[in-house]
């Protein structure tokens, strides 16, 4: 790259980057309607298994590629490979990376929609019906495009100023003040009259629930929150220095996103149960039935534009990271500065993203979004985390990962071995079984 491959200065900065890019819309508006919709409990315990299990071992492998080729995805297969028999792969990881940055845009571009409404307290005065109409209009209209292109040129402000100064600086800040804010909604929520109910719901596994499509959920939300299988990893891990400790980034990695989509329930059920709604209420959740809550609660007009910007910031930590995969290839493959490249990654998400956005009013009988959504969770994602477990664990020369992984610190051996069997046998044996199974 032209940054002659420039580095994280802290390991601060390593961490805020790296779970900034699991922590987001994943967590905060994904997976409390994920869990919701599949029984809560059991949902759980299998989104906990796929993220320590699998999640953790996959994030290590991409980390493994990154840091030992210095590039992003594309040319971590090709040098790794001596070849371009592994190039498909790479473009796979930048499309995914791109279509997640569109379809992503657009519900980000929902949260500055509501942001702002929240700010002018209009849901105050909304009964259901209107509710659900106002927000029916509202994405069925032009003015979400709108928000795209604002949220994107928002989001390249941050990327174009680089790898220390913008993506390194803005994580630092962004990620302890989104963690602040779900703790003041916890706190809040604990308090509710239906706490005891929405923990129930969240903690107490209901087995009866636990389907094969349950299962599948759980694995699409786990490599959809964690960012693996694209390449996202990859590239950040390119940025590493050589005395960053690999295996213990990856898993304090899982363990914050997993207590951030933890807390995300604790956030959001308590507040269901206590005024009387589903819990199953799907994605609509977030924009139709938590404004109707915040209007009971008191202090709703504070409680109201906190919870939209704090679903702004974790939509902005993901979509720089989703924006440095097709930085890195355009850097890596055809020379660009980063700033042109992070122009025509803005230049292309914005295309992509109002296509995604006009998908539920004038191109409904396209509906861009949910392919590309279908597409890069139940596809390309797992496809590329079971590429990448074979590859690193049965192709990649052994001693490349015993060197990255041991790196200058040293790791236990017992660590070393469950890594690797991991990545050969159950990673690979558990995303393939899902994997067909979701496209069966």
């Not at 910031?313 to 020379?335: K, R």
């Amino acid at each position: 790259m032209t940054e002659s491959r420039a580095q994280f200065a802290t390991r601060l900065g390593v961490i805020a980057t790296t779970v900034g890019s699991s922590v987001g819309l994943g967590n905060i508006w994904r997976f409390p309607y994920e869990a919701g919709t599949n029984g809560g409990g059991a949902f759980i315990l299998c989104y906990l298994f796929f993220v320590f299990v699998i999640g953790i071992p996959v994030i290590c492998a991409e980390f493994i590629m990154g840091r030992h080729n210095r590039s992003g995805i594309l040319g971590c297969y090709r040098r790794s490979s001596a070849g371009r028999r592994w190039d498909l792969v790479g473009y796979a990881g930048v499309l995914a990376g791109i279509m997640i940055l569109s379809f992503y845009s657009v519900i980000a571009g929902w949260t500055l929609e509501y942001l702002c409404k929240s700010i002018g307290g209009i849901f105050a005065f909304e009964s259901d019906v209107d509710r659900h109409r106002a927000f029916s209009t509202f994405v069925s209209g032009w003015r979400p495009v709108m928000w795209v292109v604002v949220f994107l040129l928002i989001n390249c402000m941050v990327v174009i100023r680089g790898v220390r100064k913008g993506v390194e600086r803005i994580s630092n800040i962004l990620m302890p003040l989104l963690l602040l804010i779900i703790v003041i909604f916890c706190i809040n929520s604990c308090f509710m009259p239906g706490a005891a109910s929405g923990f129930s719901f969240l903690f107490y596994p209901d087995f009866s629930r636990l389907t094969p499509s349950v299962i599948l959920s759980a694995m699409g939300q786990a490599f959809f929150s964690l960012s693996i299988g694209l390449g996202c990893m990859m590239t950040y891990a390119s940025y590493f220095r050589d005395d960053t400790s690999l295996v213990k980034s990856a898993v304090t990695i899982g363990l914050l996103d997993t207590v951030v989509a933890i807390l995300a329930g604790v956030m959001i059920f308590p507040a269901v149960f206590t005024f009387g709604v589903s819990p199953a209420e799907g994605p609509t959740l977030v924009f139709e039935v938590l404004p109707a809550i915040f209007s009971q609660m008191a202090g709703g007009s504070l409680w109201s534009p906190l919870f939209f910007f704090l679903l702004f910031l974790g939509a902005l930590t993901s979509t720089i990271s989703m924006s440095e995969i097709f930085i890195a290839f355009l850097c890596d493959e055809f020379g660009l500065n980063r700033r042109n490249a992070a122009v025509i990654t803005t230049a292309i998400a914005i295309m992509l993203g109002s296509l995604c956005a006009l998908s539920f009013g004038p191109l409904a009988s396209v509906d861009l979004f949910d392919i590309f959504d279908f597409t890069t969770s139940n596809i390309l994602l797992p496809a590329g985390g079971l590429i990448v477990c074979l590859f690193v664990g049965w192709k990649l020369d052994s001693a490349i990962v015993s060197r990255q992984i041991e790196g200058r610190r040293g790791v236990n051996p017992v660590v070393y071995s469950w890594l690797l069997f991991c990545l050969r046998y159950v990673a690979p044996v558990g995303i393939a079984i899902v994997f067909i199974a979701g496209l069966i």
